[in-house]
């Protein structure tokens, strides 16, 4: 387990300019985005040198390949990139629809995508997880283990992150077994964006669960108030004590 940050916290920011930052935070990892700062192998290969040169490690490549829209020849590239830059994880979206939302047809499309998909990233031993979030089919504890366990893919994974719609304890517990990144933040339910300490007790919370249920993956700051830097560190710092005093 690693503590760590993602680099779409600060899209603002150079790639040099966010290692500096997770480095004087004491950031064990970084989760590279593919939206703007590594969308291509050479990108990758400067920032896994640079990141190996202040002893941090890269867990997870952050990509925005979503099921059923991208191509699955687009897929394969990415696994090259996430590869390069030495990360074991890639993240991908699961469809454009809540679980709700999706129809039965809907669902063995995903399965089925997903298990080639899975299939393709286990060549290049990476283990694929989908990113927890609305708007996707992974979007409640139900859906997440009902997905993986129909799909049944060894390498095949989910994310975590609060929802703050009442039932993140709950979606936590159920799915921690299967989850390899989990993503920390302090939002409320319309977005606005809050120190990680004024939502302490909930935070420690979500941190005791982790550590009862023996966690093994890692844990990434994501996204702070205001998009500042200086927040940031204010954040990592009480996340690190708080997770090591658990």
């Known amino acids: 387990m690693a503590l760590g940050l993602t680099s779409v916290t600060f899209r603002n920011l150079s790639a040099d300019e966010i290692i500096d930052l997770a480095f004087s935070a004491g950031c064990e990892v970084i989760e590279w985005g593919g939206d703007i700062h590594v969308t291509n192998k050479k990108e990758a290969k400067e920032v896994y040198e640079k990141c190996s040169d202040k002893g941090i490690r890269i867990n997870s490549y952050g990509s925005y390949y979503r099921l059923l829209e991208n ?7 990415l696994c090259e990139i996430a590869s390069v830059q030495g990360a074991k994880i890639i993240r991908v979206w699961l ?10 047809e809907c669902f063995e499309k995903l399965s089925n995508e997903a298990e080639k998909i899975a299939a393709v990233a286990d060549e290049y031993n990476l283990i694929v997880a989908s990113e927890f979030h609305n708007g996707t089919y992974n979007d409640t504890a139900k859906s997440a283990i009902h997905f993986l366990e129909h799909t049944a ?36 339910k319309i977005g606005v964006r809050y120190s990680l300490k004024s939502g302490e007790t909930k935070i420690r919370e979500f941190l005791d669960i982790l550590q009862n249920k023996d966690y093994k993956g890692d844990i990434i700051l994501e996204f702070v108030k205001g998009d500042k830097p200086v927040n940031f560190l204010e954040d990592f710092n009480n996340l690190k004590q708080w997770y090591y005093k658990n």
């Open 153 to 188: 893919c060894k390498n095949l994974k989910t994310y975590w992150q609060p929802m703050f719609s009442g039932k993140d304890i709950e979606n936590l517990n159920r799915v921690v077994s299967e989850t390899v990144v989990v993503h920390l933040f302090n939002w409320n």
């Open 95 to 104: 469809g454009d629809k809540g679980s709700k939302f999706t129809t039965k």
């Open 71 to 77: 191509k699955q020849t687009e897929f394969e590239r």
